[in-house]
């Protein structure tokens, strides 16, 4: 079950992560999917689900996809959705930078400065990138092989994209390592995470971002409803209008 919220984006340059309010309390977001301009400055309603609830819900053209063959995907979304759960538990430094709120506000939310080599931001970074590539390709269920996600840091050739990129390279060998012994099965996430959606055809420009959720501490049950808007510590991120490839 949905519940519809406002969502007023903070400036954040057009960045890939950035903040935004939702309920008068401020939250991290990471983008899911590229390929439109961040929320800033503006306030849109959407609607909150989990993950697993809102993974195919970030267009009608998407969900039409999932919805063709539901047998087929029954298992595939369960596993990204706690394959990309624990790229965010394990790989952002929540015993360290996630501060008293749970929701890392106490790191700046200055977008000047999300291209300094820090620890927070090349964290967040590196696991925004995943979980994009993740969103962006035919559904996965093999995580065992990673040729297929592109290392855009290693390019760079400064001292932040060489952080960025040794630390994407390890997020893949830990997936892999990790999809081999069969650890995904049961894994269940340890901390909060949510989406923010708008359900519309994926060229009506109501379509704005859908994203993917930094929440709080303590993992929650699958909430719905009125619920979902009550729990202290949530954290949402909108994610970008996603093409079906």
Known sequence: ???????????????????YSINSQTYWWLCIEPGVSALSNQTITAETYSVLDGW???????????????????SIIPKQVAVMEYVLDTFLPWDTLAGASGRFIEQSGDYNNFGNNDTFFNAMYAVQDF??????????????NLSDYLDYFSVLGTPTGNARSALFQSILSDVATKDSAGFFATYTAQHNYFTVNTFFNEADPSNRQDG???????PVPEPGGALLIACFGIAWTLRR???IR
């Open 131 to 144: 979980l994009s590539q993740t969103a962006g390709k035919p559904p996965k269920s093999d995580f065992t």
């Open 241 to 243: 209008r996603r093409r």
């Open 1 to 19: 079950m949905a519940a519809t919220i406002s969502v007023t984006g903070l400036d954040n340059g057009g960045a890939s992560i950035g903040q």
């Open 212 to 218: 993917l959720v930094i929440g709080g501490f303590a």
């Open 56 to 74: 195919t819900l970030q267009n009608i053209e998407r969900n039409n996809v999932y919805l063709s063959d539901p047998l087929f995907y029954a």
